[in-house]
């Protein structure tokens, strides 16, 4: 037996529970994991606390990654003992994930643990992590050069906003940050190398058609019309790299960005990506996240404390990661 949060439905509310399971309860898959560190991102606040739809099946363990040791394997890529990582693959939502001692997964899904990144480490990076980094790759594959002009970071604040900042910053880009709470979160993005820190109020307001052109790049993480504004403000030839839905799915915008200034939309999911480009992605976190990212605020919690971190990430009253150990 070993312990694992559980999410159950009663009367359209979302009840969460340590409870102690065993392996035959786990989901099929050809690897048996137990599970070092998993993180606590806004999607896992939402699943917790159900104040989003992101699970639609239950039980369900929540988290979305996780990173430990294999157990057993039924997959001769994966032995027993060797240390491995999980982002993706929808764990978490329709496949339990990384909130339990062990995890039981497909071997397509893994990656092997980076060399000089530990458990805590990896999670500390995470599924948002791994998040930035494909969008950062995204603004490089299209193009866009650090001496093309400024790149802007909407929802810095956040897990993939945050370590975007970083590593547009470690690659020489200027980077503008978008963030709720400029007072609060502009000294940690300055420290993480955003040359300037803007309120978010400026994103909120409906976009024009086009506005002044600005940004050479963006890293967009909110959508809907922080999105159309970011779209409104973006230099001929620039590209966007969108990956957040945090503002809905509606995106109030017309053609003329893509038409007359030939802007670029990047769409970016850490899901549907290729295993080749998903392990291209750690190896470049890991060369481009410099020692100081580990020293950043980084809360790490036991199984227990997680519904109530659920709720205070949803809340927004928690700054820096939240990682889990079990």
């Known amino acids: 037996m070993f312990n694992a949060l559980v999410l159950n439905q009663e009367d359209k509310r979302t009840l969460a529970a340590v409870e102690q399971i065993d392996e035959t309860q786990l989901p099929e898959g050809d690897v048996l994991i137990a599970v070092d560190y998993t993180s606590l991102n806004y999607k896992d606040g939402l699943a917790i606390t159900g104040k989003g739809k992101i699970i639609r099946n239950f039980p369900m363990v929540p988290g979305i990654d996780l990173a430990g040791k294999v157990l057993s394997s039924d997959d001769s890529r994966y032995q027993e003992g060797d240390e491995v990582v999980l982002t993706g693959w929808g764990v978490g939502e329709n496949h339990w994930g990384g909130m339990a001692e062990k995890a039981k997964l497909k071997a397509d899904w893994l990656v092997p643990l980076p060399k000089g990144l530990d458990s805590k480490q990896a999670m500390m990076v995470g599924t948002a992590g791994f998040t930035a980094m494909l969008c950062v790759q995204a603004l490089i594959d299209a193009g866009v050069k650090p001496e093309d002009g400024e790149i802007l970071v909407t929802g810095a604040s956040g897990g993939v906003g945050s370590v975007s900042v970083t590593l547009l910053s470690q690659l020489g880009y200027k980077v503008a ?17 955003a040359s300037r820190i803007i309120d978010r109020v400026e994103f909120e307001e ?4 086009l506005e002044k052109q600005i940004w050479a790049g963006a890293v967009d993480t909110v959508g809907s019309k922080v999105l159309a504004k970011v779209l409104a403000q973006m230099d001929y030839n620039s590209a966007v790299a969108a990956c957040g839905l945090a503002g809905g799915f509606d995106l109030p915008t017309t053609v003329m960005p893509f038409i007359l200034r030939n802007v670029r939309l990047q769409g970016v999911d850490s899901v549907s990506c290729p295993l080749e480009k998903r392990n291209a992605a750690w190896e470049k976190l890991t060369e481009l996240l410099p020692e100081s990212y580990f020293d950043q605020a980084c809360t790490e919690i036991t199984l227990d404390k997680a519904p109530k971190y659920a709720e205070d990430i949803t809340n927004g009253q928690v700054t820096g990661r939240v990682v889990i150990k079990l």
Do not use: F, H
């Open 177 to 193: 940050a978008v963030t709720g709470r400029v007072e609060k979160n502009g000294p940690l993005l300055e420290k993480l190398g």
């Open 206 to 209: 409906p976009a024009r058609a």
